[in-house]
């Protein structure tokens, strides 16, 4: 498996009929992050806290709506946030989405929702621990992105076997460690790999 193709709606945008290539392939996988949320300007750790998309991000699901009309997918797969479950509801129309946790992103414990001036203020040693080893480093009530990793391949590998056409719309760190996977790079160098907001990955 590797990356085909992908998209962003606003630098990139999608020529039309973009994916009639693609209709009669038996096996194929939409990789797509969720659209902008409220409160992005400020850098804050978001994982497990469940927030909305903005105006921008409702427009970013809108566009995949209409890039993925008449598109014969045969399964929707989402994480169990809102920011990913009403992006992909839009999508998917009358198709059922299937929610899992295994596409919920990184919980990121007591740090959770908190902003980066926050904990470097308040968690100074831990803050700059994790910067060291962001693999490995677990956070109180949370994971590492180890332990991201070894809930999110387990679900992915046998999707990935599958002769479907499937789209999967999740969070910026477990499309990070999926592209890891995919492109044989060490997890240490997951930050290489800069998601956009509403960007998607075509991976076949």
């Excluded at 980066?116 to 994971?143: M, T, V, W």
């Excluded at 046998?158 to 790079?185: D, F, S, Y």
Aim: one cysteine or more.
């Amino acid at each position: 498996m590797k990356i085909r193709r992908s998209y962003r709606p606003e630098s990139n945008p999608l020529p039309e009929n973009p994916f009639e290539e693609y209709a009669h392939e038996d096996s194929l996988i939409f990789l797509l992050r969720h659209g902008q949320i409220q409160g992005h300007e400020e850098k804050r750790f978001i994982g497990a806290t469940d927030v909305l998309l903005d105006d921008t991000g409702l427009s970013q699901a809108g566009y995949w709506q209409k890039a993925f009309s008449g598109f014969p997918l045969d399964t929707v797969y989402s994480s169990r946030l809102q920011r990913c479950d009403k992006t992909a509801r839009r999508i998917a129309g009358n198709m059922p989405v299937i929610n899992t946790q295994a596409l919920n992103e990184i919980h990121m414990g007591e740090w959770d929702g908190k902003t980066f001036e926050e904990i470097k203020a308040y968690r100074p040693e831990e803050f700059i621990k994790r910067g060291e080893d962001l693999c490995s480093y677990r956070l109180l009530g949370g994971e590492s992105f180890q332990d991201l990793s070894d809930r999110v391949l387990p679900f992915f590998n046998p999707l990935a076997q599958k002769k479907e056409k499937m789209l999967i719309v999740t969070h910026a760190g477990v499309i990070r460690v999926i592209l890891c996977h995919v492109l044989n790079l060490p997890l240490k160098d997951l930050f290489q790999i800069k998601p956009a907001y509403g960007e998607l990955f075509i991976l076949g």
